[in-house]
């Protein structure tokens, strides 16, 4: 018997806001310097006729889902489309249930169905991947679970249990041996971290383009008050945590770019580093000689790595590489490639120890990831995609409670901090690194508590209004 707590959608706006990047920000082989948030707001209503709005938003980083031989524009403009696609969708989605079963049953459902006619039709030489899909389904689900959250008068996260959920997690999860009776009788509520922590410490990108200090200078900076040095933003937002973008395919300049920053780590106190390799390494044999060396001939730089991010390629299935001999070295974090918990899992028996959430995947999704990687003994981390704005608060939630390895990684103040001037005004503690951390404190109240009464934006024109 369905709950009374249950909501159906009822009406569907969508919104494309174009940020510029103040400084370029490499994705492998690509550099990013504008992107457009999709942001999504979703009526829902109870049996009983109540009704409320929730709000959801994502970055289309265009680079980092879809890295394909073919023109920006097109892949850009095919992901604006297929967010269109799936307004009119989830207008349509007749599904009732918690946000997390209505989420579920969507991106199980429809969304692959919507995936492969969009590849059908537009681009059958060239498919958008799994993974731009989710990106695109991203900010309708958040808003989903934001407005269930606002129905209930009630924070989201407070909602993942037996009280609002009709079924437990045996009914989508299974273990390695395929039994789902290993979860039987659990909620998301009970891999999650409660009460949340009021601060958590923020990692810091040092990109590949990024200058590390004043000889790498090689044109005119910004002149708009913020950083462009490493040690200058160290130093600013007293940085704990570094994490370190390296090219994967060249490992003399690897080596150096590591050897390098992790001399600066040390000389201004920073406790952390994180490699991410850019998902271009196809050789464990790679990252192992560059590990081994700094082991070797800088075991200071060597000790501070906390943990190694996705060296190789996205799809798994497509390479199935077994990672056990990096992961004995360092905890070996998924990214790209965790798309779901069935590929966590896939993971963990090739050698992966470590999976990095990200909301951008689907909040339903990223919870169903960190309840599967949870009871495996995995470790966790939070990643950022350089979320700005409302795609800031879910984020950090999502850290809060997820219970990582060292806090959350936020670096939209380092490459359009102007974009979320609004928002920072309300929640100055999340768009602002003092400290080394990130502050918590104004995130209070029902859904994700973006508190909207107290953000002066002014959105465009909705490129998709149903209902609302």
Request: glycine residues 8%.
């Amino acid at each position: 018997m369905p709950l009374t707590t249950d909501i159906r959608v009822k009406g569907v706006a969508l919104y494309l806001l174009p940020v510029e990047t103040r400084v370029p920000l490499k994705f492998g082989a690509e550099t990013l310097t504008s992107v457009t948030c999709a942001r999504a707001a979703i009526r829902v209503e109870t049996a009983d006729g109540r009704s409320a709005i929730g709000w959801g938003e994502t970055p289309l980083s265009v680079q980092w889902v879809w890295p394909e031989n073919m023109p920006y524009e097109a892949r850009h403009d095919a992901m604006k489309s297929f967010c269109t696609t799936l307004a009119q969708a989830w207008a349509e989605f007749g599904v009732q249930g918690h946000a997390f079963e209505v989420g579920h049953a969507f991106i199980e459902g429809r969304l692959q169905e919507l995936l492969n006619t969009f590849n059908e039709k537009a681009h059958p030489q060239l498919p958008m991947p799994w993974l731009a899909a989710l990106v695109c389904c991203a900010p309708f689900d958040l808003a989903l679970h934001d407005a269930f959250g606002q129905i209930h008068q009630l924070p989201t996260y407070a909602t993942y249990n037996a009280s609002f959920m009709n079924y437990d997690l045996s009914t989508y999860l299974e273990d390695e041996q395929g039994n789902s009776r290993r979860f039987r009788g659990y909620h998301p509520e009970d891999y999650l971290q409660f009460p949340r922590p009021k601060r958590l410490p923020v990692w810091h990108l040092v990109g590949g383009m990024d200058w590390l200090d004043a000889s790498d200078q090689d044109g005119p900076a910004p002149e708009d008050g913020y950083p462009v040095l490493l040690r200058d933003w160290i130093r600013r937002d007293g940085l704990k945590c570094l994490k370190v973008k390296l090219r994967g395919n060249d490992a003399a300049w690897d080596y150096e770019r590591l050897r390098r920053i992790g001399h600066i780590a040390a000389e201004e106190g920073v406790d952390w580093l994180s490699t991410d390799f850019n998902c271009t390494v196809t050789d464990p044999t790679y990252v192992n000689n560059i590990l081994d060396r700094l082991c070797w001939e800088e075991p200071g730089i060597y000790g501070r790595i906390l943990y190694v991010e996705q060296p190789f390629p996205y799809d798994i299935e497509a390479h199935p590489i077994d990672v056990h001999s990096v992961s004995a070295r360092k905890p070996l974090f998924m990214d790209e490639s965790a798309h779901d918990w069935k590929v966590v899992r896939q993971g963990r028996k090739l050698g992966w120890t470590g999976v990095a959430l990200k909301t951008c995947k689907t909040q339903t999704g990223a919870l169903l990831s960190q309840a599967w990687a949870r009871e495996h003994g995995m470790t966790l981390m939070v990643q950022d995609l350089t979320n700005p704005m409302l795609a800031q608060i879910p984020h950090v939630l999502l850290g809060a409670h997820a219970g990582t390895i060292m806090g959350v990684e936020s670096n939209g103040m380092q490459f359009y901090p102007e974009a979320s001037r609004p928002e920072a005004r309300a929640h100055p503690g999340l768009y602002t690194r003092r400290e080394g951390v990130l502050q918590l404190d104004t995130l209070q109240g029902p859904g994700f508590g973006y508190a909207l009464d107290r953000i002066e934006r002014s959105l465009p024109a909705p490129v998709l209004r149903c209902n609302l």
